[in-house]
């Protein structure tokens, strides 16, 4: 898929629990529009998360899953949290969001992700920290 690559993991460093170790980064238009549209349910489970870079909300539409959004400010903390958004809606828009992490639908229960924590997104092949991420778009 044009513009987005896989290769880094979110781990919220607040709770010490993973919330993706196959992230997807969409950090250019074009990316950031389609998102994870016509995606089949089987191919974002558990584990899986795109990252998109910049955002201040998403949304569900031509979706065919529910998904779990985390809105991160530009020091990784949550900042808002939408669980279960279903397919065919829009997120509220947060503007003070810098970065928008999108998750299978009970990854935030799961793990107990809560306002406030603070989120670790890397992608190690390139030796880029989420601090060091590129962005395009």
Known sequence: ???ISRSGYAFNRTR???LATELSVAD???SRLRGLMG???THFRFGQGL???PSHGVHTLAMRFPIDVLYLNQEKAVIHVEESIKPWRIAPVRMEAAT???LPCHTIWNTGTAMGDVIEITFPENGNHSNGHKERG
């Open 51 to 53: 990252w998109i870079v």
């Open 1 to 3: 898929m044009p513009g």
């Open 16 to 18: 010490q629990a993973f």
């Open 39 to 41: 995606r089949h349910p």
């Open 100 to 102: 928008v992490l999108e």
């Open 28 to 30: 250019t238009h074009l």
